[in-house]
């Protein structure tokens, strides 16, 4: 642990593939090992999650990038429902950025449907040597009816797209067919048992999660491989009383795999790179 490491937080604009600039914080304590921190919908790289993973981040002396998604937080572009392919363009322009700036990525964390961006990410990249996801959805197509209410497939079907508002404050965003059939078309178990097998997977989940339910982790927990369960009694979908012992899952975990990563990320860097664009 560096407790004496001088720390820059510096903000960064990251051009993604569709032409549009992707915002982050980036928490830079010198050393070559960095993670990147992703937030889940309708979030941004300033989620108390991330915030609070950061900050652990830098007192063990490691830097680490919290990302605002496109459409999201201060990134350019349009929000949209669904969108886990863009995300994962996201996820990969960032990730190149990094390793042109030679300090690659060691890990990806990430919040609910964050999370299940880093794992698509994994499974189709394969270049990221540990994941983390936290209060994650496995099941994409469950609970549709439930938020967009029961005739909402005859809708898409009918018009192509509904104006969907927020039930707590003025945000309103356009529900398309195309986006909901991307949802519906993403399968999470699929992704799970395409991920590397020597790359190290940790789910966290609170018991009291009200979003995502608790048994979701247990499913990731079955399919992945290499995989480390941690479930927080009484924790929500946002920790939110329960960051302490959230912070206290993630970080030993990146620090045990710090070794491993570097050895599979100089690995990856001298091995033609089979899965790029």
């Known amino acids: 642990m560096d407790m004496n490491c001088t720390v820059m937080q510096h903000k960064l604009s990251i051009p993604n593939k569709h032409g549009e600039k992707l915002v982050g914080i980036l928490h830079d304590t010198a050393s070559p090992q960095l993670v990147l921190l992703c937030h889940g919908f309708r979030s941004s790289k300033n989620d108390e999650i991330l915030v609070s ?21 201060e990134s350019e572009g349009t929000f949209q429902f669904g969108n886990y392919s863009k995300e994962v363009d996201d996820i990969r322009s960032v990730v190149e950025y990094f390793i042109g700036s030679n300090r690659p990525p060691i890990a990806i964390v990430g919040h609910s449907k964050g999370g299940d961006g880093v ?84 789910t966290v989940h609170g018991t009291a999660d009200e979003v995502i339910p608790v048994e979701d982790a247990y499913e990731f927990a079955k399919l992945i491989r290499n995989h480390q369960l941690i479930i927080i009694p009484g924790a929500n979908h946002g920790f939110s009383s329960h960051q302490e012992e959230m912070v206290s899952a993630v970080i030993p975990f990146l620090k045990e795999c710090m070794s491993h990563a570097s050895t599979q990320v100089d690995h990856v860097e001298g091995a033609p790179n089979e899965c790029s664009d």
């Open 119 to 202: 794992i698509l990410y994994a499974s189709k990249y394969h270049d990221i040597p540990v994941v983390i996801n936290l209060s994650n959805p496995i099941d994409l197509k469950r609970g549709m009816e439930d938020r967009f209410g029961k005739d909402i497939f005859d809708k898409l079907r009918k018009d192509g797209c509904v104006d969907v508002e927020s039930k707590t404050d003025d945000f309103v965003y356009r529900l398309t067919q195309e986006s909901m059939t991307e949802r519906l078309n993403t399968d999470m178990r699929e992704a799970c048992l395409s991920l590397d097998e020597n790359c190290r997977v940790m």
């Open 53 to 73: 993973i950061a900050a652990a981040l830098e007192k063990e002396g490691i830097s680490a990038f919290r990302l605002d998604f496109s459409g999201n937080g």
